[in-house]
């Protein structure tokens, strides 16, 4: 055993003395003051997060006990980071609420590298308009980036592996990094391409997997629990129930809006769109080897379409043009009874200074359609750009990123995110917290996750030509400016003439 292997047993030996035996060691210094023994939440407040610059950290984290998971992490990292103290990194995520949480609590990976890290966080198409710019000019601009997993097919060649990097950075590569601790999905969509849709093993080479899965947004349904106990409404088991309890609480009054959805024309649409496709037995898409045929102009699709927009005339009228932030602002300012969005704004809608409904929101599963209940996830992974003049920094902070002791260090913080490696939630520091009302939101996505009722967007290199046809057609259908079926024969047309649709 050579001396630096010695160094890092003897400090993972001594994390396992809580509290003063970190200072001892000086680790105290690595993290987050909340890390060493927080309390649990006192409200329901948070705190509002920075959307780029030099990121400041989370003052108060509220974590309720130590993590020996991170503190090893942030051990290691300190002690192979020293070259590179003072540097600059810039990283580009989008606006969700993992990149958010990273954020809050990056004073940690400042404190053990001395990297002076840089966020720039954007709403989604600003974020993917930065990405695309940097790969189409080889720019340096970026030495770290976040891709949605329906966007990793445009851009599947300009990442660097990161079995590419780890080959190539061995002393900087984390010995408990675990590729295959990640959620089988996630690795399979998020962090492999071309997906492997066979269920299988996934992709485990550097010429399949691109990027590290980094959040998963997951929808599922958010309703007024005072409403429905005002109504006496029980929580929907399937779209005819929730249909139902949208026009009993459009009818009461107590909302101008019984529901409310994301149905603007572009790739909002087809994610809500896709909950009723899968309940429905519908795909948008079959296989042929690497080859893409549309799938839906076909009595499952068009059936899943006239489920969807049944619920129109009982939603809020700005679904039309809707995305995901309007569907919240809908309903945390008592426009809209219920709705499908992503379990990640169950933080935002328990905060005072954003919603007008803090505490007064539950969650539940989406309802079924024939073939059961179904969830997507807008889930995204975080690569390092093959353009960067500094891999090695960039290296660091995508393991630090997706790191289990991080992921478990996120969920117990305000936001609560849901994490990628399937240990995170059954660490004990975790798994001991999942029934606290706080990680309600949490607690429910873990379920949905464990139950295997998750489903996503496929990317492909032209999914954005795809995307466009497919959201204006199923917007022609929720406007009522076209019927469900001649909406997706149209659809299906015109992909079939933008040419062959492969891997």
Not at 278 to 301: C, E, R, Y
Request: aromatic share 12%; with cysteine; hydrophobic share 35%.
């Amino acid at each position: 055993m050579d001396k630096k292997d010695d160094r890092r047993r003897f400090l993972r030996l001594g994390l396992g003395v809580a509290g003063a035996g970190l200072f001892s060691l000086g680790l105290g210094d690595l993290l987050n003051p909340s890390l060493l023994g927080g309390a649990p939440p006192t409200g329901t407040n948070s705190t509002s997060t920075t959307t780029s610059g030099t990121s400041t950290g989370s003052a108060s984290s509220q974590l309720y006990s130590p993590l020996p998971d991170y503190q090893d992490f942030l051990s290691w990292l300190h002690s192979v980071s020293g070259p590179y103290a003072g540097k600059n990194l810039n990283i580009t995520l989008q606006a969700e609420f993992t990149p958010y949480a990273a954020q809050r609590i990056d004073s940690d990976f400042r404190n053990a590298t001395g990297i002076r890290d840089q966020y720039s966080i954007k709403p989604y198409a600003l974020q993917l308009q930065d990405v695309s710019l940097m790969f189409s000019t080889k720019s340096s601009t970026y030495d770290a980036y976040s891709l949605d997993v329906e966007n990793l097919g445009v851009f599947p060649t300009h990442s660097i592996s990161p079995y590419q990097l780890a080959q190539d950075y061995p002393q900087l590569t984390y010995p408990n990094i675990n590729f295959d601790d990640f959620n089988r999905q996630c690795w399979d969509r998020i962090a492999t391409y071309p997906p492997d849709l066979s269920g299988g093993n996934g992709g485990n080479s550097a010429s399949t997997v691109k990027v590290l899965p980094f959040d998963t947004p997951t929808l599922i349904l958010f309703y007024r629990k005072d409403i429905f106990q005002q109504l006496g409404l029980s929580l929907p088991k399937t779209w005819d129930d929730h249909f139902a309890n949208a026009k009993a609480i459009q009818k009461s009054g107590l909302t101008p809006f019984g529901s409310v959805s994301m149905a603007g024309p572009d790739v909002s649409i087809i994610y809500e769109f896709q909950a009723h496709l899968s309940s429905f037995g519908g795909v948008l898409w079959q296989f042929d080897g690497n080859t893409i045929i549309p799938a839906m102009n076909n009595d499952k699709a068009i059936a899943a379409l006239e489920n969807f927009v049944r619920f129109q005339p009982y939603s809020d009228p700005g679904s039309s043009f809707f995305t995901w932030d309007d569907v919240f602002n809908s309903v945390s300012h008592r426009s809209a009874g219920t709705g499908l969005l992503w379990d990640g704004y169950a933080s935002w809608m328990n905060d005072s200074q954003r919603s007008l409904v803090p505490g007064l929101v539950g969650y539940a599963t989406n309802p079924a359609g024939p073939q059961g209940s179904f969830h997507p996830f807008a889930g995204s992974g975080v690569g390092v750009s093959k353009y960067t003049k500094n891999p090695e920094m960039a290296w660091l902070w995508i393991q630090w990123a997706t790191a289990k002791g991080t992921q478990e260090a996120m969920i117990l913080d305000q936001y609560h995110v849901y994490p990628t490696r399937s240990s995170a939630t059954a660490s004990p520091q975790v798994s001991s917290q999942l029934g606290n009302s706080a990680l309600a939101n949490a607690n429910l996505t873990d379920q949905i996750w464990k139950s295997g009722a998750v489903t996503t967007l496929i990317g492909f290199p032209l999914w954005l030509q795809a995307s466009t046809i497919l959201g204006a057609a199923l917007n022609t259908a929720w406007t009522g400016a076209s019927t469900p079926a001649n909406a997706l024969a149209s659809a299906q047309t015109k992909l079939e003439q933008i040419g062959k649709l492969s891997f």
